[in-house]
């Protein structure tokens, strides 16, 4: 499959503007400059983005920003790369980042599987958290969901050897995909055992509004933990 047809197929998020608040667009012509990454730049060297070698993981779809505010406030020795398509939830990142002054995140607004092939070099990324993607609940929709084998295959390669693909959904038939997926990446295994979904980790340190509105509704969280192994010493 050539990068155009995969395009064709999936994109990771719908851009959706929006409107941003007062305090957001402030935030976001002071911060923008200093924190947001560009496509345009081509290939992201982390120690140069960031001014340190640190372990880096990546966000995909960060929605208001505020589990990702946690995570790298508590972890301020790893660097994170975000990416989202909802200008509001950039300017609320941003904002969250001036208010608490953290500055161990940058940002892309820009499709992820743009940013992936294009920005992100392979075997460079400790981990890849995506958190309750658009499950496409209806079944003529379920090619347009973000997790699909193409997609984990790009994934995995830009993972280190023991780097992490860490997944979280509140609906179950998508969990179940994309457990279904992941297992079938030869360059993965399950941290938690064949088919088995992993307890809630630290790696989201706050339940989140979206969250909270499927726990309302009665629907379980399903996360999926899987590593990177070294797959040329498995075949040789």
């Known amino acids: 499959m050539t990068d155009i047809e995969f395009h064709r197929k999936i994109r990771s998020y719908v851009r959706r503007d929006g409107r941003m608040t007062e305090a957001q667009k402030l935030a976001y012509h002071e911060y923008w400059p200093s924190f947001g990454l560009t496509i345009d730049n081509g290939k992201i060297n982390f120690e140069q983005v960031f001014q340190r070698k640190a372990p880096t993981i990546l966000e995909i779809g960060f929605g208001s920003g505020q589990s990702l505010l946690s995570t790298a406030r508590l972890q301020a020795d790893i660097n994170f790369v975000a990416i989202e398509m909802h200008l509001p939830g950039i300017g609320a990142l941003l904002l969250g980042m001036q208010r608490q002054k953290i500055n161990n995140i940058r940002v892309y607004y820009a499709d992820a599987v743009e940013v992936m092939e294009q920005c992100i070099p392979e075997n460079s990324l400790d981990g890849i958290q995506i958190f309750f993607p658009d499950p496409w609940r ?69 339940i989140t509004k979206f969250e909270q509105r499927g726990l309302r509704s009665g629907r379980q969280i399903y996360e999926l933990q899987f590593s990177k192994n070294d797959f040329s010493r498995n075949i040789s």
């Open 138 to 206: 209806k079944r003529k929709h379920h090619k347009r969901r973000l997790i699909q084998t193409e997609f984990a295959t790009l994934l995995s390669s830009r993972l280190k050897v023991g780097g992490t693909v860490h997944l979280a959904t509140d609906w179950e038939d998508y969990a179940l995909h994309m457990m279904k997926v992941l297992s079938e990446i030869p360059t993965l295994t399950n941290l938690v055992g064949d088919k088995q979904f992993a307890d809630r980790s630290g790696g989201r340190p706050i």
